[in-house]
């Protein structure tokens, strides 16, 4: 269901016996609450663009490329551009899963408060639970993963970085993957 009808009719019902003209009422309908709402969705879709751009970029464009580069160098290069990102996708990744747990407590606060009863469309249901799996494979990528990945550039272990590196591939597959099955699920389950 579109999410902006759902909330309308919550709100048409909550102010159908308001004493505000109705003109105010138009307007305080309208505005605010549902600007709120599209900015939280534009956080969250820009943030989702980032994570997943930057991912298959690194998968299938940058890793790809780096066979012109010696062992010691292409573990370098990854350790130096996974480190930029990885603090780049910490931000995004928590702005993410934060817009989109607010979202949700927005339209069930708004049906609540119309005297209506909240429940999670199964979209809603499906995407909250793989994100939170993208963001807890993401978590295990960059302090576990990674920090192997670090100890061997100190260590000059070239051997132990490619190893590391392969390991953090599987898992970035592995999240591009449940990415796309949510960007199916938000556009095609409803
Ligand atoms: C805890 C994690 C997440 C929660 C609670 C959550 C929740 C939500 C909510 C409530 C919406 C608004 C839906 C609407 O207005 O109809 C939304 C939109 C969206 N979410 Fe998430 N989301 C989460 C993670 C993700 C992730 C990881 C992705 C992608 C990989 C994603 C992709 C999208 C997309 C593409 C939309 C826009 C759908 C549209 O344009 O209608 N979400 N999300």
């Known amino acids: 269901m579109g999410i902006f009808s759902l909330m309308s009719a919550a709100r ?4 159908s016996d308001s004493e505000d003209s109705a003109e105010n009422t138009e307007l305080n309908f309208l505005a605010a609450p549902l600007m709120i709402y599209s900015v939280l969705k534009l956080v969250h879709v820009f943030s989702i663009t980032v994570w997943i751009g930057g991912m298959i970029y690194a998968l299938f464009f940058l890793r790809p490329s780096l066979g012109v580069l010696e062992p010691p ?27 989109g ?5 927005r339209v069930a606060k708004e049906t609540v408060q119309a005297g209506g009863n909240f429940t999670w469309p199964t979209a809603w249901w499906v995407m909250a639970g793989l994100g939170m799996l993208m963001y807890f494979i993401f978590m295990h990528i960059r302090f576990a993963l ?8 100190v260590a000059s272990d070239w051997a132990a970085g490619g190893k590391a590196l392969e390991q953090i591939r599987v898992w970035v597959t592995v999240n591009i993957v449940i990415g796309i099955l949510i960007m199916a699920v938000a556009y095609l389950l409803r």
């Open 73 to 99: 160098q292409r573990v370098k290069l990854m350790h130096e551009t996974l480190g930029r990102f990885f603090k780049a996708v910490l931000i995004f990744s928590t702005l993410a899963v934060l817009s």
């Open 101 to 105: 747990l607010w979202m949700i407590g």
């Open 12 to 15: 048409a019902t909550a102010y």
């Open 146 to 153: 990674y920090k192997r990945l670090q100890r061997a550039v």
